[in-house]
Nanobody, 125 residues
């Protein structure tokens, strides 16, 4: 089993920065890919960024150049550095893990087996 706990969310003004963390525990074989997803009220959950065990990353077009996903294997922690935040980034952000080594499928929630409880990010203008 895998447990994921997000932290680092909060309220910031447009143009500000925030770094989310996801502490992971459980079998490493169950998290060969890790990802960040978000869901705003009234909208579908969408993939934001993902990284596989080879260190390959993929981003949603709307966050390219602004967000950076990374992981510290020694600490079993996943990060999402968010810069130049805009109101459209406001959402509940979730950390997820998959046993698959994903690449093209990194942002598809169907491929993820374990999920954190989420952390709220609010961006005001």
């Amino acid at each position: 089993q895998v447990q994921l706990v997000e932290s680092g969310g909060g309220s910031v003004q447009a143009g500000g920065s925030l770094r989310l963390s996801c502490a992971a525990s459980g079998y490493a074989s169950s998290r060969n890919s890790m990802g960040w997803f978000r869901q705003a009220p009234g909208k579908k959950r969408e993939g934001v960024a993902g990284i596989n065990s080879d260190g390959e990353v993929r981003y949603q077009d709307s966050v390219k150049g602004r967000f950076t996903i990374s992981q510290d294997s020694a600490k079993n922690t996943l990060y999402l550095q968010m810069n130049s935040l805009i109101p459209e980034d406001t959402a509940m952000y979730y950390c997820a893990a998959s046993s698959y080594r994903l690449w093209l499928e990194l942002l598809l929630e169907y491929n993820y087996h374990f999920w954190g409880q989420g952390t709220q990010v609010t961006v005001s203008s």
